[in-house]
């Protein structure tokens, strides 16, 4: 087979809620945005099976899996023409939105419940952005149940401050867990049925309904640890929005607003804030 290079416009995709929590058995609710990012995919054509290089071990195997089962051979490398800074960290899951891409819809579908059973919470969480960057639009995600689309419009945007820090959440709550035992479990509960709701609201284009469980979630990430009043405290008071959160999660860390139809909207007055619009396509050609 031919070398073959391929350029994709990439969405890039970010968590809404739970994603700080995957660890303990929550759901986690992505969304893809308007903000595209470049991803030049090149297949060298030889003969045997196929390679990729990406970093993660898991992410690899999860591509390798769905780029064999499309009966895709050779090594497929990346590139990330004018990667932004913030999102170096985010090059194994743009390269994996870019190879499920390549292995197409269907084999995508077939194999999404065992790639997403077997992945770490840094490797669940990205192939569940990949998996959004990839059909557009919100996708809900559970470590052993798969993935699922959500159909909803949205009307308002993200007013997101994004910085590129490497962060482990499990420690913390770890030390919540073996603190309050008896809570623990319950605690986890009400976060998991938090993002339910928050899935309920983008089916019914609640948006004041969405920004208040985001700050909710913010408010219980504080108990856990997880952030801090004076944080929590700048947030509320740095944009007008229906809500706010931090994000953390592995790989990923920065804030979000989400800022309904109408009200001002904020102007951009770092490198790392971006004003992001929700969108409904997916991985593209990049004509």
């Not at 099976?49 to 769905?66: E, G, N, Q, Y």
């Not at 995600?141 to 699922?148: D, K, M, P, S």
Request: hydrophobic share 45%; proline share 7%; with cysteine.
């Amino acid at each position: 087979m031919p070398s073959q290079k391929h350029d994709l416009a990439v969405p890039f995709s970010i968590p809404l809620l739970g994603e700080s929590y995957v660890s303990v058995g929550c759901p986690i609710i992505a969304a893809s945005t308007g903000l595209v990012l470049r991803v030049s995919c090149a297949v060298d054509g030889v003969t045997g099976p196929a390679d990729v290089r990406i970093t993660s071990p898991r992410l690899r195997k999860a591509c390798l899996r769905a780029l064999r089962a499309a009966g895709i051979s050779g090594t497929v490398s990346f590139s990330f023409p004018n990667l932004p800074p913030w999102a170096v960290q985010d090059a194994d899951m743009l390269a994996t939105a870019a190879s499920l891409y390549l292995a197409g819809t269907d084999a995508m579908e077939s194999l999404a419940p065992s790639l997403l059973k077997g992945a770490d919470d840094r490797a669940f969480i990205d192939l569940v952005r990949a998996m959004t960057s990839l059909s557009g639009g919100f996708v809900a995600g559970r470590r052993g149940e798969g993935v699922v689309s959500i159909e909803g419009d949205m009307g308002a945007a993200l007013c997101a401050d994004l910085v590129r820090r490497r962060l482990s959440v499990r420690p913390t709550i770890g030390r919540f867990s073996a603190a309050h035992p008896d809570l623990a479990e319950p605690f986890w509960h009400i976060l998991g049925h938090l993002v339910l709701q928050g899935v309920d609201a983008i089916r019914a284009g609640d948006a004041p309904l969405l920004g208040r469980l985001m700050t909710l979630e913010s408010r219980l990430s504080l108990a856990v640890g997880l952030t801090e009043e004076r944080e929590l405290l700048r947030l509320s008071r740095s944009v007008p929005s229906l809500g706010c959160k931090p994000v953390r999660c592995d790989g990923l860390s920065g804030a979000l607003h989400l800022v309904g139809a109408g009200m001002p909207q904020p102007q951009p007055q770092s490198p790392v804030r971006h004003i992001l619009n929700f969108n409904r396509e997916g991985v593209t050609q990049d004509d």
